[in-house]
């Protein structure tokens, strides 16, 4: 009875993981699937007047590129000032925590924060730079946690080293604690962008469009991006789904796992080298 | 002649806890001194005092003064960064900075406002040979330092140190993780080095003290029990404590 029982628990235990593989497997077979047969070269550099994705392909990566270049500063800041300057203590431990909730929280609710913040209440209306600072918010604790977590990891014998030198702290921490918790920093970033890369709600409200002329030529205009675009596809054309919301679909899946791929392999080239 | 450090009536806590009582010592110049006492007796605190590393301890609070060529260096207006190049410190574990080998020594004198690329090359080979280790890495010097041995590593937190141009040189037990040979070299190192500057060396190895140092103090429980000539000290041990340290009854 227990030879068997110990043979079967391994069976049950295995069943979830095949269905998870499946499931994974599923998606990426059938968006892959109709995905790749809608893709092709066309698609991609044709205008969206033109029945193609151009704009929005380009869009996504302008909301990408802004959000990241504003959020990787300010997060690995605050997360430098709370590892490295911040006396340990209770507040600060709050501090950390809260940033860590903020991570949780629905996209939804960042989405009509964003609209009722920046695009009414600073007036910026719906714009790129509504979404950048929107996007910001969402991505800012994954840096945050990411880095902090980078930072504590540095060995506090590389900073007594440089400390005992006489280098002041500002500098003990540009030369020593930042190069080298800088896979971790990266690694935290691009986990941020895979986070909101394929992010709908937050910009819904705050920076999207379906339909514009051309690229934002400032960032108080709004933009198009894939996911927005495929969501207002999906709604407006019940049923008879075919061909391009699949390539979409396909370009997304590919992005938010090249990311994490990505972010993966950093993490492993850099392990430990100390 | 003027001692170069004077501590007068150090007390150190760390929260409650009372580590150094009433410490006083006179540290000669260009000399070797070696601080010997049992684990916990207040040793490394006493070193930590004297480039106020103890500042990063937390909980940790100094009484009491420690005079380097006269001026207090507890004192407000003493720049951290100036007082702890002039009184550099190797640690009991080799902790080369992660960068090349070149970049560990070259790091100091460079926050230091050494930009001359000539110089600072200079400084490095010279420092390299100084503690031996130039002709073993002049063909490596862009390796990271982690992929020298330990004793390597050790004699290159020595370079490092040196490179800024100290005037003490505290070493807390900087032989402990090391084999016998890289602790013969540096033992060595640190005779010579007591004639150019200011060393001060915590062990707990009692034979190192009498073969490195020129004076020796034994500390026990937070207290200087007897400091003297290290041949006076190890031949005639005024105090009752020292002789039986020494003699091996108790650490």
């Known amino acids: 009875m227990r030879r068997v029982g110990e043979k079967l628990i391994p069976v049950l235990l295995s069943t979830p993981v095949a269905v998870l593989i499946l499931c994974l497997l599923w998606i990426v077979v059938s968006i892959g699937g109709e995905g790749i047969q809608a893709l092709n070269w066309s698609l991609l550099t044709s205008s969206v007047l033109e029945g193609g994705i151009f704009e929005s392909i380009v869009g996504t990566l302008y909301m990408l590129g802004g959000a990241v270049a504003l959020a990787t500063p300010l997060g690995v800041a605050t997360a430098v000032y709370l590892v490295e300057y911040a006396a340990e203590s209770r507040l600060n431990h709050l501090i950390i925590q809260a940033v860590n909730n903020l991570a949780g929280v629905p996209s939804i609710i960042f989405g009509l924060f964003g609209y009722a913040f920046f695009c009414r209440f600073l007036g910026l209306g719906v714009s790129l730079l509504s979404g950048w600072l929107t996007l910001v918010c969402m991505i800012l604790p994954i840096i945050v946690s990411g880095s902090v977590e980078a930072i504590s990891m540095v060995p506090t014998s590389f900073r007594e080293a440089a400390l005992a030198l006489g280098a002041p702290k500002w500098r003990v921490v540009k030369d020593v604690v930042l190069p080298a918790a800088a896979p971790g920093l990266a690694t935290s970033v691009i986990l941020g962008v895979g986070r909101v890369a394929g992010e709908t709600a937050a910009i819904l409200f705050t920076s999207s469009v379906y339909l514009m002329r051309g690229l934002p030529s400032t960032v108080l205009e709004p933009v198009m991006t894939l996911t927005y675009h495929l969501f207002v596809l999906l709604v407006a054309t019940p049923g008879g789904m075919t061909g391009k919301p699949f390539a979409m679909a396909l370009l997304l899946l590919g992005l938010v796992v090249s990311l994490n791929v990505l972010a993966y392999i950093i993490r492993v080239y850099y392990r430990r080298r100390w | ?251």
């Open chain 2, 1 to 251: 002649m003027d001692p170069k450090i004077e501590v007068r009536e150090l007390n150190v806590w760390y929260g409650n806890h009372h580590v150094l009582k009433d410490l006083s010592i006179k540290i000669p110049e260009r000399r070797v001194l070696a601080i010997i006492g049992p684990s916990g007796c207040g040793k490394s605190t006493l070193l930590m005092t004297l480039n106020r590393m103890i500042e990063l301890i937390e909980g940790a609070r100094v009484e009491g003064r420690c005079l380097l060529d006269g001026v207090d260096i507890y004192n407000p207006g003493i720049p951290l960064t100036e007082l702890r190049r002039r009184v550099g410190m190797v640690f009991q574990k080799p902790n080369p900075l992660p960068k090349s080998i070149y970049e560990n020594v070259a790091y100091g004198p460079k926050v230091h406002g050494v930009k001359d690329r000539r110089k600072l090359d200079e400084i490095v080979e010279n420092c390299l040979k100084v503690v031996g280790l130039w002709d073993e890495v002049k063909d490596r010097l862009n390796k990271s330092a982690f992929e020298l041995s330990v004793g390597q590593q050790q004699r290159l937190c020595i370079a490092r140190a040196l490179a800024v141009k100290p005037e003490v040189l505290l070493m807390d037990e900087p032989c402990s993780a090391l084999d016998p040979m890289n602790t013969r070299i540096i033992e060595k190192l640190i005779c010579s080095l007591g004639r150019e500057l200011t060393v001060v060396v915590v062990t707990h190895n009692i034979q190192q003290a009498a073969r490195v140092s020129d004076f020796t103090a034994f500390i026990y429980l937070g207290r200087l029990v007897e400091y003297g000539p290290t041949d006076r000290l190890f031949e005639s041990p005024v105090n009752r404590l020292t002789r039986d340290y020494i003699s091996g009854e108790f650490g």
